[in-house]
C-alpha cells in the first residue's frame, strides 16, 4: 500500500486485493469446518469452495482474466493454481449469488459457538488489511476531519450542488495538503487541484 502515496497516488483500487483476503479466511474457516467434522461428526458440510468455485465459473467472468496462451480452455483444463486465482479474483462478482450466500451461511453455522463467531473472524482478518491502506494514505482518525470540513462548507455557496469532482477533491485536499507533498505529512493546501480546479472552488 505505501506505493500508492510514494507515488503520489491519492487513491487505490482495493477490490481485487480485498475480495482475495476475503476468500483467504473463508479458506481458512472451510478447513476448521474439515477439522472440525471429523472431531464433531458434521454431517452437513457447506462444499462452499465447490459452491463457490461453480459460480464464478457459471458467471463467466474468470475468462476475462485469461492469458493468451489459456484462450479457448475449458476452466478444468486450467493448472489448479490458475484456477485458484480466478475463483478469488471472480468471488467479487458473486457473493451475492443465493447458492454462495447459503453455502456460507452453512458454513458459518457448522463453526458458530459461544467462543467462535465466524462472521466477526471475516471481518476482523479483512479489517486487518484494510487498516495498512489506511496507514499508507494517512487516513487514521481522518472521519472527524471530513464530517467537520463538510459542515463548514455546507453554507458556501455552489457546495452540494452536484459536482462529484469537489466532493472527491476535498478528501485528497485534507489527506495530501500538497500536490508535491507526501500523504502522511500534513500542511496547507493552496492548489490547485490534479483536474486543474483552484483551490477555492469548493
Known amino acids: 500500500p505505501t506505493a500508492y502515496p510514494a507515488s503520489r497516488m491519492g487513491g487505490a483500487n482495493v477490490g481485487p486485493e ?13 478447513e476448521m469446518e474439515r477439522s472440525s467434522s471429523q ?9 462452499f469452495n465447490e459452491v463457490l468455485q461453480a459460480a464464478v465459473v457459471s458467471s463467466g467472468r474468470w475468462q476475462k482474466w485469461l492469458q493468451p496462451e489459456e484462450q479457448g480452455k475449458a476452466f478444468e483444463h486450467l493448472s489448479p493454481e490458475r484456477q485458484q486465482w480466478l475463483v478469488m479474483t471472480g ?28 462472521d466477526r473472524y471475516v ?19 481522518s472521519l472527524p476531519r471530513l464530517e467537520q470540513e463538510f459542515r463548514r462548507r455546507d453554507s458556501l455557496p ?21 500536490l508535491n507533498q ?10 490547485p487541484f490534479a483536474s486543474g480546479a483552484p483551490a477555492i472552488f469548493a
Open 18 to 30: 480485498f475480495t482475495q483476503v476475503e476468500c483467504r479466511a473463508l479458506a481458512n474457516l472451510v
Open 39 to 47: 472431531i464433531k461428526g458434521v454431517t452437513q458440510i457447506s462444499q
Open 91 to 118: 468471488a467479487r462478482y458473486i457473493w451475492t449469488s443465493e447458492q454462495v450466500q447459503n453455502a456460507r451461511a452453512r458454513l458459518y453455522d457448522n463453526l458458530r459457538n459461544e467462543r467462535f463467531d465466524p
Open 123 to 141: 471481518v476482523e482478518y479483512i479489517a486487518q488489511r484494510i487498516m495498512k491502506y489506511f496507514k499508507a494514505f494517512n487516513l487514521i482518525d
Open 158 to 178: 455552489f457546495w452540494g450542488e452536484g459536482d462529484i469532482v469537489s466532493a472527491g477533491e476535498l478528501i485528497v485536499e485534507i489527506m495530501r495538503p500538497n
Open 182 to 191: 507526501p500523504l502522511d505529512q500534513t500542511g496547507q493546501f493552496n492548489g
